[in-house]
């Protein structure tokens, strides 16, 4: 059984529901167990734990959210060298710039993850086309996690 671990940060719901998408198509795969976690309440032993990840950002400013932020500082060092080639995947909703996902993937590089899919951006709060492309993100998270 493949685990698919999903953090976010939302303010406004919207990258929630993002996240919520993600999870939906995760779960849809067999033998997948989904964990959704806000970014402030999931920490190193959550990122250990997992066979895949989605990570969730609202855009602020072109750079993601301090909640994010905080999660990825809390648990670069607790997991250092534990989370090399883990399957990751980047979603962020945004109103109309988009660009924080470059600081997302910055460090996803970081952690030295394997982004196993475009990221999906989505302006506002997701519609159904995106709901669409958020739900085949999750699949292939779940899918990556089963190997």
Request: proline share 5%; aromatic share 8%; net charge neutral.
């Amino acid at each position: 059984m493949g685990k698919v671990l999903i953090v976010y940060y939302s303010l406004s719901g919207n990258t929630k529901q993002a996240a919520e998408a993600v999870a939906e198509g995760a779960s849809r795969t067999p033998d997948t167990e989904v964990e959704i976690k806000d970014a402030l309440k999931a920490g190193p032993a959550d990122l250990l734990a997992c066979d895949a990840i989605g990570v969730g950002t609202p855009d602020y400013f072109s750079y993601m959210a301090g909640g994010l932020k905080d999660f990825f500082d809390r648990s670069f060092y607790p997991t250092q060298g534990q989370v090399v080639g883990k399957p990751c995947g980047v979603f962020v909703t945004h109103g109309g710039g988009g660009k924080a996902v470059e600081s997302v993937k910055s460090l996803c590089t970081a952690f030295k993850f394997e982004v196993v899919a475009d990221p999906v951006l989505v302006q506002n709060a997701p519609d159904a086309k995106a709901k669409k492309a958020l739900a085949a993100l999750g699949r292939t998270l779940a899918t990556m996690a089963q190997k």
